[in-house]
């Protein structure tokens, strides 16, 4: 059997799609996969890093004002459409699956019009424009989020399946990974604001390392994103803070370390689907700042929904500040109870089999195709 993937742009198109194939290529080894992406994603490092075949084509998203630069995205889109029709003749793959961003566009699209079987993915409570417009015409729309339901007219399509993870992510527990990391029984705390960063969080965290410095009550661990690491690293020594004396608290440009999310007691985050998804699969309470420099602001809709199930407690950018920030995490280590609770609560909306539903409709669609 033959498996194409479409899906690109960011690390929450391509993670999802890759967490399947990591799941085809253990069940059925024997399979063929192969990757659709640009060459302006994160596609390009993220798929053959896992030793996946990716090839490429031109796409680009329309800009939301008048713009000669749509002129060149149509031109884009068109040729897009004739290099994706180009690959899947080649290719002839049995089945295809679109996990989002503007390339799952022409290739799913394209694979419709030629009657093969399709499934879309939609990791957000709030669906893309791009899925939205392929929902008319996948045989299958995988929903991360049950909420998103709500979106779609195509109702008899739907199929909750929640998230795609990284499966090593629900390997580790918290006393193996606190051992790893050399940590003691003291509250861990983990932030982060994304591999890009969060400037508003990265100022309130620092403020909070301020009030925890040389206390030895807490570990913080810190992800900065690439861009802001410096910045906040001199900030931080402008402040008279050696992290080299108060070794609780650790900053990183970007954390990637499984053992840090294991460990961690407290999340402090964005609030992206897949970000959230493995958030729930571990069961960990959370703080959540939704980005609001989204589309559809799906980012507090996302939030929105852990919070209605007591797992998080959800401060938007205009509400953040550092006091509220300090006094919130305070009041969480504090009552022992209520974060227990909140970990409870996230773990049971946690779902750890994701990439086993979606294979299983797979093998569904490839049976009634015939294959």
């Known amino acids: 059997m033959k498996i194409l993937f479409a899906g690109g742009g960011t690390a929450g198109h391509i993670n999802p799609a890759i967490a399947v194939a990591n799941y085809i290529r253990a069940k059925k080894p024997d399979w063929d996969i192969l990757f659709i992406g640009t060459k302006e994603g994160l596609e390009t490092k993220l798929v053959p890093k896992e030793g996946l075949k990716i090839k490429y084509i031109n796409i680009k998203g329309f800009k939301r004002k008048l713009s000669i630069d749509n002129l060149v995205t149509v031109r884009d889109l068109f040729i897009g459409m004739l290099q994706a029709r180009k690959i899947i003749a080649e290719y002839k793959p049995d089945i295809v699956i679109g996990t989002g961003?503007?390339?799952?566009?022409?290739?799913?699209?394209?694979?419709?019009?030629?009657?093969?079987?399709?499934?879309?993915?939609?990791?957000?409570?709030?669906?893309?424009?791009?899925?939205?417009?392929?929902?008319?015409?996948?045989d299958v729309i995988a929903m991360g989020f049950e909420e998103s339901k709500n979106h779609f007219k195509t109702v008899n399509k739907l199929v909750h399946t929640g998230n795609p993870i990284r499966q090593e992510l629900i390997n580790i527990d918290k006393e193996t990974a606190k051992r790893r990391l050399g940590l003691d029984n003291k509250?861990?705390?983990?932030?982060?604001?994304?591999?890009?960063?969060?400037?508003?969080?990265?100022?309130?965290?620092?403020?909070?390392?301020?009030?925890?410095?040389?206390?030895?009550?807490?570990?913080?661990?810190?992800?900065?994103?690439?861009?802001?690491?410096?910045?906040?690293?001199?900030?931080?020594?402008?402040?008279?803070?050696?992290?080299?004396?108060?070794?609780?608290?650790?900053?990183?440009?970007?954390?990637?370390?499984?053992?840090?999310?294991?460990?961690?007691?407290?999340?402090?985050?964005?609030?992206?689907?897949?970000?959230?998804?493995?958030?729930?699969?571990?069961?960990?309470?959370?703080?959540?700042?939704?980005?609001?420099?989204?589309?559809?602001?799906?980012?507090?809709?996302?939030?929105?929904?852990?919070?209605?199930?007591?797992?998080?407690?959800?401060?938007?950018?205009?509400?953040?500040?550092?006091?509220?920030?300090?006094?919130q995490i305070e009041n969480l280590l504090k009552d022992q109870k209520l974060l227990q609770q909140m970990a409870n609560n996230s773990f049971n909306m946690g779902i750890t089999n994701a990439a086993e539903k979606i294979y299983n409709i797979v093998i569904e669609l490839l049976k009634e195709s015939g294959k």
């Open 101 to 138: 961003g503007y390339v799952s566009g022409p290739v799913v699209l394209n694979a419709s019009m030629m009657k093969i079987p399709t499934i879309i993915h939609e990791q957000n409570a709030i669906p893309g424009v791009t899925i939205k417009i392929l929902s008319r015409f996948a």
């Open 187 to 327: 509250p861990v705390i983990l932030a982060v604001g994304g591999s890009l960063g969060a400037q508003k969080i990265n100022e309130s965290i620092v403020e909070y390392i301020k009030s925890i410095y040389r206390k030895n009550k807490v570990y913080l661990m810190f992800g900065t994103g690439e861009k802001q690491y410096q910045d906040v690293l001199d900030t931080l020594k402008s402040q008279g803070i050696d992290l080299e004396i108060d070794k609780n608290i650790r900053v990183f440009p970007y954390i990637n370390d499984m053992n840090i999310y294991a460990a961690s007691d407290l999340v402090i985050c964005r609030c992206g689907a897949m970000t959230l998804s493995e958030v729930t699969a571990m069961g960990k309470p959370a703080i959540l700042i939704p980005s609001p420099n989204v589309t559809h602001n799906h980012q507090e809709y996302n939030a929105r929904a852990l919070e209605k199930q007591g797992a998080a407690i959800v401060f938007t950018e205009k509400e953040l500040d550092s006091k509220k920030l300090n006094n």
